[in-house]
């Protein structure tokens, strides 16, 4: 069974680039039909949607997010990364990474990560 766990910084400065990568076991990020994705939720808020890789590496970002999202694989550590530029303490969250068979869904999501955005 698949297994996705986050890691990355608790707490992140405004104006910094908030970075967390997302590492996969017991399964392949380049196998075919999945799609490997970034959720996050703030306090109090429900789930968001923030951007998707699937297998071949092609990228999908929420329309909100785009400016500031960036997301990355490395195939040989089985991982793939989220970005996030200039992020403000409305960035405060809880981070998950996920795994579906869409951009938008997922079956699978790892425990998640807080992240704090303060100075």
């Known amino acids: 069974q698949v297994q996705l766990q986050e890691s990355g910084p608790g707490l992140v400065k405004p104006s910094q680039t908030l970075t967390l990568v997302c590492t996969v076991s017991?399964?392949?990020?380049?196998?075919?039909?999945?799609?490997w994705s970034w959720y996050r939720q703030p306090p109090g808020k429900g789930l968001e949607w923030m951007g998707t890789i699937d297998y071949i590496g092609s990228t999908y970002y929420s329309p909100s997010l785009k400016r500031r999202t960036s997301i990355s694989r490395d195939t040989s550590k089985n991982q793939f990364t989220l970005q996030l530029n200039s992020v403000t303490p409305e960035d405060t969250a809880v981070y998950y990474c996920?795994?579906?068979?869409?951009?938008?869904?997922?079956?699978?999501r790892g425990q998640g990560t807080r992240v704090t955005v303060s100075s």
């Open positions: 017991g399964g392949s990020i380049k196998t075919m039909n999945y799609y």
């Open positions: 996920a795994r579906g068979n869409g951009v938008k869904s997922y079956n699978y």
